[in-house]
């Protein structure tokens, strides 16, 4: 019932930059907060950074500074963009949202299929 389609992904050397596009479409009531995660080769999915619906955003720690989130709530899109790119950046990035369906009281989570971005050195 609802989809979140990423884009922007791709290949950069190390210090270069890239912006991930996300677009939610489907039967949708209201989206609650959106964000990036990612996962490298063997490694945990993490969150990136997210925007909530007050406005606020949350940045990992090793991204702050280098990443902006933004966000259009007419168009159901987010975005990240990312700057100075370093090879530990390599990872799938996914989009997520708190997405309430029309005929739903509550909200329930959902995923993109993820957009591989890889940093060489």
């Known amino acids: 019932q609802v989809q979140l389609k990423e884009s922007g992904g791709g290949l950069v050397q190390s210090g270069g930059a890239l912006k991930l596009s996300c677009q939610a479409s489907?039967?949708?009531?209201?989206?609650?907060?959106m964000g990036w995660y990612r996962q490298g080769p063997e490694k945990r999915r993490e969150l990136v950074a997210a925007?909530?619906?007050?406005?606020?955003?949350d940045y990992s720690d090793s991204v702050k500074g280098r990443f902006f989130i933004s966000r259009d709530n007419a168009k159901n899109s987010l975005t990240l963009q990312m700057n100075s790119l370093k090879p530990e950046d390599t990872a799938v990035y996914f989009c997520?949202?708190?997405?309430?369906?029309?005929?739903?009281?509550?909200?329930?989570?959902?995923w993109g299929q993820g957009t591989e971005v890889t940093v060489s050195s």
């Open positions: 925007f909530h619906t007050t406005g606020t955003r």
């Open positions: 489907g039967n949708i009531f209201k989206i609650y907060t």
């Open positions: 997520n949202a708190h997405v309430q369906v029309m005929g739903q009281g509550f909200p329930t989570d959902h």
